[in-house]
């Protein structure tokens, strides 16, 4: 792993979408036969599609926000590489670090006036 790499796990945790794909394409691309990330990222992809595409107010909005909740909950409900820690510790330090995290990373999708990127724009 290379010195910028490493950095990727010691900054600041930024909630900002472009914060967490970039640190998902990273692993994805370090372990692609990882399904955890993938499907992590998914779940990403899936939010942000919801929220600039959908009416906040619209009763399938509520309805696909859960589903996407859900989705993301079974994710830290199974961790990555449960019988593989040592092998793949990056994704495991990742999805340690969404456990603590997990209020905050969907915050937009509850608040109206909340972008995906989790940035207020003037």
């Known amino acids: 792993m290379e ?7 010691q900054i600041p945790l930024n909630l900002s979408d472009a914060y967490l794909h970039r640190i ?3 692993l994805n ?4 036969k ?3 990330g993938i499907n992590f990222i998914k779940v990403l992809y899936d939010s942000q599609k919801l ?9 399938q909005y ?15 409900h199974n961790s990555p590489n449960q ?26 999708l509850f608040i109206e006036n909340v972008p995906p990127d989790n940035k207020i724009r003037l």
């Open 29 to 32: 691309q370090l372990y692609p």
């Open 51 to 59: 929220k600039n595409e959908s009416d906040f107010q619209n009763n």
């Open 3 to 9: 010195d910028s790499d490493k950095n990727l796990f």
């Open 62 to 76: 509520n309805i696909d926000r859960t589903l996407i909740i859900q989705r993301f909950d079974f994710l830290l």
């Open 24 to 26: 998902l394409n990273y």
């Open 83 to 108: 019988n593989q820690k040592q092998k793949e510790k990056e994704i495991y330090t990742f999805y340690k670090r969404m456990l603590r995290e997990k209020q905050h990373i969907f915050t937009f």
């Open 34 to 36: 990882q399904e955890w």
